[in-house]
């Protein structure tokens, strides 16, 4: 069963830590994303990555950076934690070629900074 | 830039009814449209993907049809079950060479036994 896998599901940090999210996939996509999920606000891309050692900022980058160093994993770094990061984290995957499917996603991450 | 919207925002009916959400986007040019479904705290679940020639999919009690030219979807849902409770969710991913796929906020659907 292909999957995309989160390492973890609950994170609690303190404000300033560094905060690494990782997320790997076993599906030999090219393109992989991180969304953030807040009540009302709906999923909103942070940052992606079509290709080993590439990256484009989403809609929401601050805050964030990431890093792809192998095909299957992509990880997203919280330089310094605040708490307007706490959110549920959300990683994908898809194939480069749209017409060959779509997105599989993750379980989440849901991360608090206190 | 391609927004999409989902109506309504939420739905509560009674086991065993029919049911239909809506979902509209609007830029027609798209590859593909996907449904998930996503449970309180939990990840996203890929339900039905329609690729931009195609009119409608079905997996079970599941249909999805696409109208591109108009901008709309609909998700159809038989006979609904107290398990159907969740959120769903449209996205498509645009043409133009975005790699994105553009969300709508959900429809909150509850099935009261």
Redesign the interface.
């Known amino acids: 069963d292909v999957k995309v896998t989160q390492s973890s599901r609950y994170l609690v940090k303190r404000t300033g830590e560094k905060v690494f999210l990782e997320c790997v996939q076993d599906m030999d996509h090219e393109n992989m994303f991180w969304y953030r999920q807040d009540p009302g606000l709906g999923l909103r891309l942070i940052y992606f990555s079509y290709d080993v050692k590439m990256k484009e900022k989403g809609d929401i980058p601050e805050g964030y950076s990431v890093s792809r160093e192998k095909k299957e994993r992509f990880s997203l770094i919280l330089e310094s934690a605040s708490t307007n990061q706490t959110s549920m984290y959300l990683c994908a995957s898809s194939l480069r070629t749209a017409g060959r499917g779509g997105y599989t996603f993750g379980s989440g991450t849901r991360l608090t900074v206190v | 830039k391609q927004e999409v919207t989902q109506i309504p925002a939420a739905l509560s009916v009674p086991e065993g009814e029919n049911l239909v959400l809506n979902c509209s986007f609007t830029d027609s040019a798209i590859?593909?449209l996907?449904w998930?479904r996503q449970d309180p705290?939990?990840?996203?679940?890929?339900l039905l993907?329609i690729?931009s020639s195609q009119r409608e999919q079905t997996s079970g009690r599941l249909n999805a049809s696409l109208d591109k030219s108009s901008g709309r979807s609909t998700l159809y849902i038989a006979a609904s079950q107290p398990g159907d409770s969740a959120t769903y969710?449209c996205?498509v991913?645009a043409?133009g060479g975005s790699?994105?796929?553009v969300?709508?906020?959900?429809t909150k659907l509850t099935v009261n036994p």
């Not at chain 2, 705290?41 to 890929?46: E, F, H, P, Q």
């Not at chain 2, 969300?103 to 959900?106: R, S, V």
Request: hydrophobic share 30%; charged share 20%; glycine share 18%.
């Open positions: 590859y593909n996907q998930f705290g939990k990840g996203l679940t890929s993907l690729q969710l996205a991913r043409q790699e994105k796929l969300f709508g906020k959900g």
